[in-house]
């Protein structure tokens, strides 16, 4: 089973009951002749909080704590004794963000409330992969996520891979598991980006910002403010990660491309890089996930052979016949 | 290296992410180290990580036929599992091999002809207790069952024949009635068959002729 099974079944359901696209080749109807009482109905079928447990649980293995509530937007957790404060604390943190492109033909083919709906099944797939590998949803805007990675109970290289984790996995969900099935429908061009940096103790400032109680606690730091220009940079389906994060990690090579322009200028005669991540080797090497015959990626997190069905392998299996020479 | 070599090394290399090249030159191989892991093709992944190490003869490269080596010794060793001691893997019947080995390899499609299958008929017989598309029997046995399937004949002097036709030692000409079957000119009926086997190679096919020999002389 795949753990993002919940996510696609709902957005395979938009796209098959969707009027505009079942009607594509007939209808110029505006959305609102439409019927779409449906998506209602979809909405709530996306995985609440009892599913994301299940879901975590299976993933990580029973007698794994349970999320008791989801913890509130804009606070993060080590952090909230600032809400309503003027007092500043400095504290390395990882901010990430991630977004979901969609091209212009989603939009002509489908309803704007199934493309809604898809995006909306895209970001809750995202913050459950966010809450899973113990990341911190920030903020959520329409069709993407501000999350940080990091706290006061947590390494730093630790915290790293956490978060190349959950965005390799949000990657991989988009760019395999959707993908195949817009593909039988001939959609092309959904995908996310990511853009993922760390700045250390002496780099982010911890505030509250806001009026009264309408605020956050955000952070101050040129690496969260670089993180979405590296998003920006990003291919379809890629993760684009700052200098700071590749140096969290002993054996980096392999993983990273650098960019060509660094993405800061110190003008002091120091730049700052941004990579390119090979999320695709990193899930395989790390075995987060396995490669077939072919070298296609299947994600191995929740995954249980037992009830694997031998009538499966044979396919593969029947190419070779074996045979024995040794003496 | 030579180019091909190179280039298919790096195209397999940055394809399968969990393998790389540990030596470029160890006697006379590039040697590749990583792990399989196998995928059905409901996409469910089995529980095996098999560690190999495969050698790829550099010179004359793409004519050749690379070593497998399980060294996670997660196969049994015992010749019921086609591996030696060492782990050296029996990916094939040696007629396969040269037949691949002859016309040339590209390394990524030998993975997935050979070594992937390889596995996968292991997870195979470890879940169901046999192959999925039986096995040949070891030693000649094994040679004689291969030639009856491949030729789809029991008859051993038919085989035989064939094999003679195939190395020259029997001359037929194209038009000429055929002296094996006695049906039709030898280019419409066993014709094809001599060429068939002869991809093996003709030293391939002579040892094959002294085990059929020894065969028949046993049997009469
Ligand atoms: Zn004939």
Known sequence: ?327 | MNSILKKDVNEFINRYYKFRVIDYNRNGCVLIEGYISIVDVNGDIWSANYKVQIAIPVSNYPNVTPAVKEISTKIERNWDYHISEEGICCLAIPHKLLVAERRGINFTQFYQEFIYPFFTNHQHKLRTGKYANGEFEHHEKGILQFYSEELKTKDLTFTQKIIQAAIGKLKIGNNDKCPICNANKFKKCCKPKANKILRYGLKRLRDDLEIVNIELTKES
């Not at chain 1, 957005?11 to 209602?40: C, G, H």
């Open chain 1, 1 to 327: 089973m795949n753990i993002f099974n919940p996510y696609l079944e709902v957005i395979k359901k938009a796209v098959d009951r969707d009027p505009k696209y079942t009607n594509r080749f007939f209808s110029n109807m505006p959305d609102e002749d439409y019927d779409l009482s449906y998506i209602q109905k979809l909405r709530s079928e996306l995985p609440n909080l009892e599913k994301l447990n299940e879901s975590v649980q299976l993933a990580k293995g029973l007698g794994t704590p349970s999320i008791t509530s989801l913890p509130r937007l804009g606070n993060h957790p080590d952090f909230a004794h600032l809400k309503s404060s003027r007092n500043t604390e400095k504290h390395w943190i990882i901010s990430a963000f991630v977004d979901v492109q969609k091209s212009t033909q989603l939009h002509n083919r489908f309803t704007l409330a199934t493309v809604a709906l898809i995006t909306e099944g895209i970001v809750k797939a995202s913050i459950f992969a966010v809450n899973l590998c113990g990341g911190y949803v920030h903020r959520i805007q329409g069709d993407g996520l501000m999350v940080y990675f990091g706290g006061k109970n947590i390494e730093k290289g630790q915290a790293t891979k956490d978060a190349l984790k959950a965005f390799s996995m949000i990657s991989y969900f988009v760019k395999n598991d959707l993908k195949e099935y817009f593909e039988l429908n001939s959609i092309r061009d959904i995908y996310t980006r990511t853009g993922i940096d760390l700045g250390h103790n002496n780099q982010v400032l911890w505030m509250y910002s806001g009026l009264g109680d309408s605020g956050e606690v955000t952070t101050c730091s040129l690496h969260t403010s670089l993180a979405p220009k590296m998003q920006a940079t990003a291919t379809s389906n890629g993760i684009v990660v700052g200098q700071h994060i590749l140096n969290q990690l002993s054996s980096s090579d392999k993983y990273f491309n650098q960019k060509s322009k660094p993405i800061w200028d110190y003008e002091d005669g120091r730049f700052y890089n941004h990579y390119d991540f090979n999320w695709e080797r990193y899930l395989v090497d790390n075995d987060f996930a396995a490669q077939n015959l072919n070298g296609d990626i299947l994600l191995n997190i929740g995954d249980y052979s037992i009830s694997n069905d031998p009538i499966n392998l044979v396919p593969i299996a029947k190419i070779n016949k074996p045979y024995l020479n040794f003496r």
